[in-house]
T-cell receptor, first 113, second 111 residues
Framework: EAGVAQSPRYKIIEKRQSVAFWCNPISGHATLYWYQQILGQGPKLLIQFQNNGVVDDSQLPKDRFSAERLKGVDSTLKIQPAKLEDSAVYLCASSRSLDNEQFFGPGTRLTVL | AQSVTQLGSHVSVSEGALVLLRCNYSSSVPPYLFWYVQYPNQGLQLLLKYTTGATLVKGINGFEAEFKKSETSFHLTKPSAHMSDAAEYFC?????????FGQGTRLTINP
């Protein structure tokens, strides 16, 4: 069974630029999560999808971050415009349903200069 | 709201020695508790989890953790450290289907 795929693995941009990350969850997993992991900290949930609907986006900075999961499968997280403090690893995870184990992708390391 | 505190951002042990990583949590409901491991440039991998039932939970790679409700703790242990155990370890609590992570403990193994 293939794991959670993320791309790109690394991205370097300048502040005020835009960036997008892509995630393809494990086949059949209905729930998809995006986390932000700042260096030296634990992952923080940004947004949680159940199929193509948003379950929780209370910690997503909606003035600059957006995410979608249009067909209930893969997902895109966008930052527009980026700030220096957005430098972090963005992790995608998926699970069969809300109560099941989450499986994590390798992450995208974003550096904002 | 639930929270997790991991005591010690960095733990160093000798190969073959006991590994003890500490985790305390707060939760307003009976918690689900997890330990994840993260190797460099990789995602998180589940080591073990406590949901209900037996309070001593065994996980992969020889790790185990004990849920102690009276102490609100879920410490991770391994009797004998191996060089391959060097990684970052995260304790997490789940409440209402959301995972809240501690800040992590970096484990270094000395030969």
């Amino acid at each position: 069974e293939a794991g959670v795929a993320q791309s790109p693995r690394y991205k370097i941009i300048e502040k005020r630029q835009s960036v997008a990350f892509w995630c393809n969850p494990i086949s059949g997993h209905a729930t998809l999560y995006w986390y932000q992991q700042i260096l030296g900290q634990g992952p923080k949930l940004l947004i949680q999808f159940q199929n193509n609907g948003v379950v929780d986006d209370s910690q997503l900075p909606k003035d600059r971050f957006s995410a979608e999961r249009l067909k209930g499968v893969d997902s895109t997280l966008k930052i527009q415009p980026a700030k220096l403090e957005d430098s972090a690893v963005y992790l995608c995870a998926s699970s069969r349903s809300l109560d099941n184990e989450q499986f994590f992708g390798p992450g995208t390391r974003l550096t904002v200069l | 709201a639930q929270s997790v505190t991991q005591l010690g951002s960095h733990v160093s042990v000798s190969e073959g020695a006991l590994v003890l990583l500490r985790c305390n949590y707060s939760s307003s409901v009976p918690p689900y508790l997890f330990w994840y491991v993260q190797y460099p440039n990789q995602g998180l991998q589940l080591l073990l989890k406590y949901t209900t039932g037996a309070t001593l939970v065994k996980g992969i790679n020889g790790f185990e953790a004990e849920f102690k409700k009276s102490e609100t703790s879920f410490h991770l242990t391994k009797p004998s450290a191996h060089m391959s155990d060097a990684a970052e370890y995260f304790c997490a609590v789940s409440e209402y289907q959301k995972l809240v992570f501690g800040q992590g403990t970096r484990l270094t193994i000395n030969p």
